[in-house]
């Protein structure tokens, strides 16, 4: 007997859970279905994020930056540490049981909000009368329809074609979290946000790191006077980054990884390394949702084909998140969610695409929202700009981390905030500020006049905002 849902979502990734408790929060009957398991083969909804991405990877930044700060900056605060030692083990079993608490966070939500769960694959089998049903595959085979439903299967990482993900010596973002013992040589193929991050975690735990990029600029979607910032403190921390590489063979040992590449000049290179982490981008996942059996419309590169309310070529049928068009961000995946639902429930859900901001974790973050300089001037936009280095802000002094800089660009004529871009200490939190400005479409003057706690980093974003304007009082 088919179990009946006003909304059924496939996949409990931040997409989907969040579409889920807010469908059920207004009024309907739902399910979500998510397959991720746990050591134990139990339910570990959350997809990506929670499993292997977000969650750990920031889990073991923060360890990560602890123990290099016992070895090194903790002296200059006059804290003497003997006998630094790593106990491994202990790091990763702490960033399992964050995943574990998100995890059970989750189904904790779903039960508050009267979420019926289903652990296990979700594909379609057909469309009827009452709707699309639904199979799930897992521990027991099940039925069920939903006269909605919501995509949300997420992203899969990329592999090289000449280099599967063995989780051993060749590694995805899963295999980066999972590595039980510090590697002498690390290599890093893309050096992109996981790349970036996960090179950053093992070089302070002692690895020596090499990223090899195809691309002749670094950072290429960052603003590029904050991307060249960066690019200068990494390498200063001691990241070795190749750009404009070219990669040939890669070959597995028994326990080692040889790649052949070519730098930026065509000159022949080879590498070995203990470990090699692929970090090339991500593909949607689509794998088992029979799609064509139902007759849903992927685009030619994979994606669920969706338009700007995130509906299908189906009735009744939405996909949000890493499964459609736009930036493969959970917040953007949340955000996409929550509109869903309130689309379903007749209201007009709301997603600025312009307004999503993007972090890199790495030490410092790197943080931006709206435009880029380089975007302004390829659009013909006038703008002025104003920055700020954290090398002339009180609390980033006290903090002991002066790196970086926060950066407004405003339109030249109404003053209208475009964009604004941090690489620094705290950025992930310091965009948000940005963020609710360009919402309101604030200007660069409505920042400079609001008063911010001193000393804070935060006044790093109100001197930047006044630097627009060419009077900065700190600098």
């Known amino acids: 007997m088919s179990k009946n849902f006003d909304v059924i979502v496939i996949g409990g990734g931040p997409g989907g859970y969040i579409a889920a408790i807010r469908a059920a929060q207004l009024g309907f009957s739902t399910a979500c279905i998510d397959e991720w ?7 570990a909804p959350g997809g990506t994020c929670t499993n292997v991405g977000c969650i750990p990877s920031k889990a073991l930044l923060q360890s990560s930056e602890h123990f290099e700060h016992a070895g090194h900056a903790f002296a200059d605060h006059g804290i003497e540490v003997k006998g630094l030692g790593l106990n491994l083990e202990r790091m990763l079993g702490r960033k399992d049981t964050v995943v574990k608490q998100n995890n059970d966070g989750i189904l904790y939500l779903f039960k508050k909000n009267k979420v019926t769960f289903f652990h296990g694959r979700g594909s379609f089998v057909k469309a009827g009368a009452d709707g699309y049903e639904i199979k799930v595959a897992g521990a027991t085979e099940e039925s069920i329809t939903g006269k909605h439903i919501v995509v949300a299967t997420g992203s899969n990482p990329r592999a090289l074609g000449n280099a599967p993900f063995d989780e051993k010596l060749i590694l995805s973002n899963s295999g980066a979290l999972s590595i039980d013992a510090v590697p002498k040589k690390l290599g890093v193929i893309g050096a992109g946000v996981i790349g970036l991050e996960m090179g950053s975690v093992w070089r302070r735990l002692g690895a020596e790191v090499s990223v090899l990029e195809a691309l002749p600029t670094f950072l290429g979607a960052v603003d590029e006077q904050i991307a060249k910032e960066a690019h200068k403190l990494f390498v200063k921390q001691g990241l070795s980054i190749s750009l404009g590489v070219k990669i040939g063979s890669i070959t597995s040992g028994k326990k080692d990884v040889t790649v052949e590449y070519t730098d930026d000049k065509g000159a022949p290179q080879k590498a070995v390394f203990d470990k090699l982490i692929v970090s090339i981008g991500r593909v949607p996942n689509t794998i088992g949702l029979n799609a064509e059996g139902v007759g849903l419309q992927l685009d030619e590169r994979g994606f669920v084909a969706v338009d700007a309310d995130c509906k299908t070529n189906l009735p009744n049928v939405w996909a949000v998140g890493d499964v459609v068009r736009g ?3 959970a917040h953007k995946a949340e955000e996409e969610g929550v ?4 689309r379903i429930a007749g209201q007009h859900g ?20 709206g435009k880029t300089e380089q975007q302004l001037k390829a659009e013909g936009v006038a703008y002025k700009a104003g920055t700020f280095p954290f090398m002339a802000n009180g609390r980033a002094r006290a903090l002991g981390d002066t790196s970086g800089m926060v950066k407004f660009l405003a339109d030249a004529k109404s003053d209208e905030i475009l964009g604004v871009h941090i690489v620094g200490p705290m950025a992930s ?16 003057e409505d920042i400079a006049r609001i008063c911010h706690a001193h000393p804070s980093l935060s006044e790093a974003t109100k001197e930047a905002a006044l630097a627009v304007d060419k009077r900065s009082l700190n600098f």
Do not use: C, D, Q
Request: aromatic content about 10%; proline content about 8%; glycine content about 2%.
């Open 350 to 369: 709301h997603v600025n695409f312009n307004t999503i901001p993007w972090v890199i974790y790495t030490s410092p973050e790197i943080a931006w929202v």
């Open 339 to 342: 509109a869903v639902a309130e």
């Open 327 to 329: 930036p493969m961000l």
């Open 429 to 444: 939190e310091l965009i948000s500020e940005a963020v609710v400005a360009m919402e309101f479409r604030a200007s660069s």
């Open 37 to 43: 398991k746990n050591a134990k083969n139990g339910p």
